[in-house]
């Protein structure tokens, strides 16, 4: 793990993305449902999910959106990504969502479906449940 | 990075839910600029008040934080969406009056000075050399780091929210000493504002953090305003250096083929259907310089001049308000150019405007083309 930009501790379903989110263009702020149909999470939801993707793009404006797909009760319980952007870094902490970043390796080791323990105050911070 | 024994009791939620959320903004930021503590901060100014720019979850959060969320600070304010005094002249939804309002009251609830203005440097008095303020508006951050000796990160609405409601900001990147590891040579000869916007714009593409500049003579106010809100628009950079003689760092050339790139990119059309002036806002010397040039003239077309409510009142007193409104000119406080609801693409096919960040956010936010003329080519070609 590289960083803890917002503590905590949960434990849920992985979620993967390869492509970067944007979360003021792209994600629909009641249902937390991806509407961009260019994004390999065309109609998912990112709701109850351990969402794992690259890194946040565009308005910082974003940071709202996150804050309100958790006031909707449709937001992920964690995120988790390979670079940190103040939209996600912001909007995590607005919202009280965990956010670490990983390095690559982790990143790939991190396989859509599977469950995981994230515990940012722990020494090994991501436990697989097999 | 480092907190004392009360920041961290109030990120565990010590001090209530709103110190809460106010810690954890400060901190996500700071680790993710490599902060290595929190420092105090004297001033705040924040974005994130035009209802078009936050919209319903914009509105809805500050609603909800009002409730109990104080500033700690001197805490001032971006544009919003309109100027309540002549808002039924243009045609704005309820709706968007409504929530705007809301906004509003939410900011004043918090204790935030209502100034609406892009230009707190041009409103306020600037405290003293080396001051750490928080600046959400880029184009007031880079300003301040540049010409008022004052020190502030390029940041976000929610980290000036946050500094403004603990007074503190995290210590990294501009906050400390830095220099620019890139110098624009500027080879552009006789310059105006515009060219010193399409300058800004250029620096803040190549620029990152810190940008040094060499070749430029003296800027009047209304170029140091141009440059800043050019790059503002187009990249992270927060701050100028004019040095002549940086030896260690990279060159870069601003030359004519440089600046046709910018305009090329920015100028859309070669006619506008209505002028803007200000995007950042007018300050009252553009504004009495301004009644000046246009005496005995007056535009052919709609003029829509975009200042801080404290300036339209004192043009008001001084008579320079008349002489424009004499013009043609319509006086709009409390908005601005950039991002405003007034314009839309059904209405107006072009604007012509001689600010690069008014240019660029008119074309990319409003959908509507830009023809861009330095002031004097305005008054020139506009007025009769």
């Given at each position: 793990m590289k960083k803890t930009l917002v503590k905590g501790k949960v434990k849920?379903?992985?979620?993967?993305?390869?492509?970067?989110?944007?979360?003021?263009?792209?994600?629909?702020?009641?249902?937390?449902?991806?509407?961009?149909?260019?994004?390999?999470?065309?109609?998912?939801?990112?709701?109850?999910?351990?969402?794992?993707?690259?890194?946040?793009?565009?308005?910082?404006?974003?940071?709202?959106?996150?804050?309100?797909?958790?006031?909707?009760?449709?937001?992920?319980?964690?995120?988790?990504?390979?670079?940190?952007?103040?939209?996600?870094?912001?909007?995590?902490?607005?919202?009280?969502?965990?956010?670490?970043?990983?390095?690559?390796?982790?990143?790939?080791?991190?396989e859509n479906g599977k469950e995981i323990l994230l515990d940012t105050e722990s020494s090994s911070p991501i436990t697989f449940f097999e | 990075m480092e907190l004392t024994r009360e920041e961290e009791s109030a990120l565990k939620g010590e001090q209530g839910e709103t110190m809460q959320t106010a810690y954890r903004i400060l901190v996500a930021t700071g680790e993710a600029t490599d902060a290595e503590k929190l420092i105090p901060?004297?001033?705040?100014?924040?974005?994130?008040?035009?209802?078009?720019?936050?919209?319903?979850?914009?509105?809805?959060f500050l609603?909800?934080?009002?409730?109990?969320?104080?500033?700690?600070?001197?805490?001032?304010?971006?544009?919003?969406?309109?100027d309540i005094d002549n808002v039924s002249n243009y045609n704005l939804e309820d709706n968007f009056i409504s929530k705007q309002l809301s906004i509003k009251q939410s900011y004043?609830?918090?204790?935030?000075i209502p100034s609406f203005s892009c230009i707190p440097y041009e409103i306020f008095d600037i405290p003293k050399e080396g001051t750490q303020?928080?600046?959400?508006?880029?184009?007031a951050a880079i300003h301040a780091n540049s010409f008022d000796n004052l020190k502030t990160n390029k940041e976000s609405a929610f980290s000036a929210l946050a500094s403004a409601l603990t007074g503190k900001s995290p210590y990294s990147s501009l906050r400390k000493e830095t220099s620019s590891k890139l110098t624009i040579q500027m080879k552009v000869e006789n310059p105006n504002e515009l060219t010193y916007g399409m300058l800004g714009f250029f620096?803040?593409?190549?620029?990152?953090?810190?940008?040094?500049?060499?070749?430029?003579?003296?800027?009047?106010?209304?170029?140091?305003?141009?440059?800043?809100?050019?790059?503002?628009?187009?990249?992270?950079?927060?701050?100028?250096?004019?040095?002549?003689?940086?030896?260690?760092s990279e060159k870069i050339d601003f030359d004519e083929a440089e600046m046709g790139k910018v305009y090329d990119e920015l100028n859309t059309c070669e006619k506008g259907d209505l002028i803007t002036l200000g995007s950042p806002q007018l300050g009252l010397e553009e504004i009495s310089d301004l009644a000046v040039r246009l005496k005995g003239r007056s535009f052919k077309k709609r003029c829509m001049i975009?200042?801080?409510?404290?300036?339209?009142?004192?043009?008001?007193?001084?008579?320079?308000?008349?002489?424009?409104?004499?013009?043609?000119?319509?006086?709009?406080s409390d908005c601005c150019t950039c991002l405003t609801p007034l314009i839309k693409k059904e209405e107006v096919d072009g604007v012509t405007?001689?600010?690069?960040?008014?240019?660029?956010?008119?074309?990319?936010s409003n959908g509507v083309n830009v023809n861009l003329k330095s002031l004097s080519e305005i008054i020139k070609d506009e007025t009769k």
């Open positions: 849920g379903t992985i979620l993967k993305s390869q492509n970067p989110i944007n979360f003021l263009g792209t994600m629909d702020k009641k249902t937390g449902i991806i509407n961009d149909e260019y994004h390999d999470l065309f109609k998912k939801s990112v709701k109850d999910t351990i969402l794992v993707f690259p890194y946040g793009i565009g308005s910082s404006v974003g940071a709202y959106t996150i804050y309100s797909i958790k006031s909707n009760n449709s937001a992920p319980l964690a995120m988790i990504c390979k670079k940190v952007d103040l939209t996600v870094a912001t909007g995590c902490a607005l919202a009280n969502i965990p956010l670490v970043t990983i390095t690559e390796e982790e990143f790939s080791s991190l | 901060i004297e001033w705040a100014h924040l974005s994130g008040v035009n209802y078009n720019t936050i919209g319903d979850a914009g509105e809805e609603s909800s934080i009002s409730k109990d969320a104080r500033v700690k600070v001197k805490t001032s304010l971006n544009p919003m969406g309109f004043e609830t918090m204790g935030v303020v928080s600046f959400a508006e880029s184009n620096a803040g593409k190549v620029g990152n953090e810190s940008v040094n500049i060499s070749g430029i003579g003296q800027m009047d106010r209304r170029s140091c305003k141009s440059l800043c809100g050019g790059m503002g628009t187009s990249g992270t950079c927060a701050k100028f250096n004019f040095n002549e003689d940086d030896q260690e975009f200042c801080p409510r404290a300036v339209k009142e004192q043009a008001t007193k001084l008579g320079h308000r008349n002489k424009l409104e004499k013009a043609g000119c319509e006086i709009l405007t001689n600010s690069i960040k008014g240019a660029y956010y008119l074309k990319n």
